[in-house]
T-cell receptor, first 112, second 113 residues
Framework: DSGVTQTPKHLITATGQRVTLRCSPR?????VYWYQQSLDQGLQFLIQ???????AKGNILERFSAQQFPDLHSELNLSSLELGDSALYFC???????????FGPGTRLTVT | AQSVTQLDSQVPVFEEAPVELRCNYS??????LFWYVQYPNQGLQLLLK??????LVKGINGFEAEFNKSQTSFHLRKPSVHISDTAEYFC???????????FGTGTSLTVIP
């Protein structure tokens, strides 16, 4: 158990809908990272927050947004969903800057 | 931007045989290097990391990796694999700030009894 929790574990929704994925980092970790893992794209870094502020941005679509709250949990919002958004979404957290990230179990999103 | 290349997408190996999973990165500046393992239906778990110092890094489960700056490589090795090592292995690189993380496409290791 990495100490990172993600909810829900599974999510099935229809095209055009909007969903919110939630992540609670390990106790004391200030950084939260979001990743998308799909069969055709592999593991893609989406975005990082550090202590409530956006720190780095990767291959995140404009239809996706995220935020980190004062209690350090984070939410990833996916809107206008398309079939191609079906994937595993991982959250990871780290204490500081050395890049050692602890991954949550993931949320499997299926768009039908 | 940096990139990470894992040269083998699938590696089958017999139980108790040695294995090497290859990873090359493209960067002319200092980087941090990592290997992660993903067991079926689980998240990623850190195997080992190189930040600085000794180029031979030992990790969990008997794995080790060697940083080779001249060849920009960070290959993962294990002298004798077990069935339980069957998993997906990801090489990753970050800049020294740890802000940007780049993963390779993964290598699927299958240990054959």
């Amino acid at each position: 158990d990495s100490g990172v929790t993600q909810t829900p574990k599974h999510l099935i929704t229809a095209t055009g809908q909007r969903v919110t994925l939630r992540c609670s980092p390990r106790s004391g970790d200030l950084s939260v990272y979001w990743y998308q893992q799909s069969l055709d794209q592999g593991l893609q870094f989406l975005i990082q927050y550090y202590n409530g502020e956006e720190r780095a941005k990767g291959n995140i679509l404009e239809r996706f947004s995220a935020q980190q709250f004062p209690d350090l949990h984070s939410e990833l919002n996916l809107s206008s969903l398309e079939l191609g958004d079906s994937a595993l979404y991982f959250c990871a957290s780290s204490l500081g800057r050395d890049g050692e990230q602890y991954f949550g179990p993931g949320t499997r999103l299926t768009v039908t | 931007a940096q990139s990470v290349t894992q040269l083998d997408s699938q590696v089958p190996v017999f139980e108790e045989a040695p294995v090497e999973l290859r990873c090359n990165y493209s960067s002319s500046v200092s980087v941090y290097l990592f290997w992660y393992v993903q067991y079926p239906n689980q998240g990623l778990q850190l195997l080992l990391k190189y930040l600085s110092g000794s180029t031979l890094v030992k990790g969990i489960n008997g794995f080790e990796a060697e940083f080779n700056k001249s060849q920009t490589s960070f290959h993962l090795r294990k002298p004798s694999v077990h069935i339980s090592d069957t998993a997906e292995y990801f090489c990753a690189v970050s800049d020294p700030t740890g802000n940007q993380f780049y993963f390779g496409t993964g290598t699927s290791l299958t240990v054959i009894p």
